[in-house]
């Protein structure tokens, strides 16, 4: 049973940084991409960042590029989002997620979508005051 437990919210003022953390636990996450996900009431759950654990490859959405890292620690099975420089606009729940991936041959799949991931956390509240 896959279980990933997010913490690490919290309110913040504008400027200032978190740093959430995604427990990943029920199985080996070698072969899988984890993505963090933010959603706000009455808007669909959009793209933050991602990290394939095997070789550590990230992409970030443009809006968070150069402020937010997104990062692993094999050995403890745990996932982390620093979020620097924090805008009002980052208010969210923030999601970890995670996807077995696919290989074409020798290369492996990145999702297209949120709907892809197989494995959701519960959210932790990010609240940025200006």
């Known amino acids: 049973q896959v279980q990933l437990v997010e913490s690490g919210g919290g309110l913040v003022q504008a400027g200032g940084s978190l740093r959430l953390s995604c427990a990943a636990s029920g199985r080996t996450f070698s072969g899988y991409v984890m993505g963090w996900f933010r959603q706000t009431p009455g808007k669909e759950r959009e793209f933050v960042a991602r990290i394939v654990w095997n070789g550590g490859t990230t992409n970030y959405a443009d809006s968070v590029k150069g402020r937010f890292t997104i990062s692993r620690d094999n050995a403890k099975n745990m996932v982390y989002l620093q979020m620097n420089s924090l805008k009002p606009e980052d208010t969210a729940v923030y999601y970890c997620?995670?996807?077995?991936?696919?290989?074409?041959?020798?290369?492996?799949?990145?999702?297209?979508?949120?709907?892809?991931?197989?494995?959701w956390g519960q959210g932790t509240q990010v609240t940025v005051s200006s």
């Open positions: 997620a995670a996807k077995r991936l696919d290989y074409s041959g020798s290369y492996y799949i990145l999702p297209r979508s949120r709907d892809e991931y197989d494995f």
